[in-house]
């Protein structure tokens, strides 16, 4: 099967980029002061450069380049700059809550004028609404799940090798490449933003990531592919833990009469923290709650409709308890206690 190959190719060439883009990336920042500072409702200790987005979406541009998948996937070669370029103005002046979502909606607009849109009611306008909806709450959820070193592009990498095999497998070799090449990138990216993170994603990464992510999604649903659920359900499925933790944060802290999109140290990775897990703990049990739901989505091509429903029933019901105990969880959204950490060097200029 000539997809198998081409799928390889598109993340081996993504990682190989990005370990070496990386490293250039960071030393960028530092000499631009591109960093991240400490702040009271963040999670990191050391000023730490940001920009890593700029790695990622390299990484993938030039995959996406050497094995032709962008021929496939026109519309996310295409808008996945603007995204980065959107995240990089709100890390350098940041936006507006408002021109954040204007832009985003913009980015959902590009979608739907390259004929892709979810396909969910038949009436185009709503249609049309829905993937505006669809593509800003994607991004919005990859921006607020980068929140602990390693998380966001951790979790990152399974849905983009999810949506990579559910592509691959229903015969999309151009989109389950384009879907490798931001897999691989993130993993190679991970090497430098895992615990001790050395570098940031910023705002220019989580957004390239939540976009492509959804446009993904988006793609998948415009294909008219839904195996036995429905044509959002398999994106959400590989979606749930960014989905879940914004639904978190936002229940909690309606509840508590606080604005949705002040930072804080409430999201699911800092209650895991809380629990006693650690950071490199909760980080991996976000990893781990995060195959699941991939492996439902994907598996939905083999599985009956009751069987399929029945799985996605029980994952989402196993995430809604954990949902209500973590919920109730006594944390000081500011400033939730935290273990120590020992100091670290600052990170090579080179």
């Not at 570098?199 to 959804?214: M, W």
Request: proline residues 6%; aromatic residues 6%.
């Amino acid at each position: 099967m000539r997809a198998v190959p081409d799928v390889a190719v598109a993340g081996g060439v993504a990682l190989a980029v990005g370990v070496a883009l990386t490293p250039a990336v960071r030393a960028a920042a530092l000499r631009l002061g591109h960093v991240a500072h400490p702040k009271a409702d963040r999670w990191h200790t050391r000023p730490t450069p940001k920009g890593g987005g700029a790695a990622v979406l390299g990484a993938c541009l030039v995959s996406l380049a050497v094995a032709g998948a962008w021929r496939e996937a026109p519309a996310l070669a295409a808008l996945g700059p603007l995204a980065f370029a959107l995240g990089l103005a709100d890390d350098l002046v940041h936006l507006r809550p408002l021109a954040k979502l204007l832009g985003q909606a913009a980015l959902a607009a590009g979608l739907l004028v390259a004929s892709r849109s979810l396909r969910v009611t038949g009436v185009a306008a709503v249609d049309g609404a829905l993937t505006v909806v669809w593509v800003v709450s994607i991004t919005n959820a990859l921006n607020l799940i980068d929140n602990m070193d390693g998380l966001a592009s951790g979790v990152g990498a399974v849905a983009a090798f999810g949506f990579a095999a559910l592509f691959g497998f229903a015969g999309a070799t151009g989109l389950a490449a384009a879907a490798a090449a931001l897999g691989g990138a993130l993993v190679a990216f991970l090497g430098y933003n895992r615990q001790p993170a050395s570098i940031f994603l910023g705002d220019s990464g989580s957004h390239v990531v939540g976009f492509l992510l959804a446009a993904l999604g988006v793609e998948w649903a415009a294909r008219g592919a839904t195996g036995h659920l429905g044509p959002v359900a398999v994106p959400a499925l590989i979606l749930t833990v960014p989905i879940f933790d914004t639904l978190l944060v936002t229940i909690s802290r309606r509840l508590r009469g606080r604005p949705v999109s002040r930072g804080g140290r409430d999201h699911t990775s800092h209650r895991l923290v809380f629990l006693g897990l650690g950071e490199r703990g909760a980080v991996i049990a976000s990893f781990v709650a995060a195959v699941p739901g991939a492996a439902i989505g994907v598996g939905t091509r083999w599985l009956t409709r009751p069987e399929a429903t029945a799985a996605a029933v029980a994952y989402i019901l196993a995430l809604v308890a954990i949902g209500i105990r973590l919920g109730r969880l006594p944390v000081d959204v500011e400033r939730p206690e935290r273990p120590e950490r020992p100091e670290r060097p600052e990170p090579p200029a080179g």
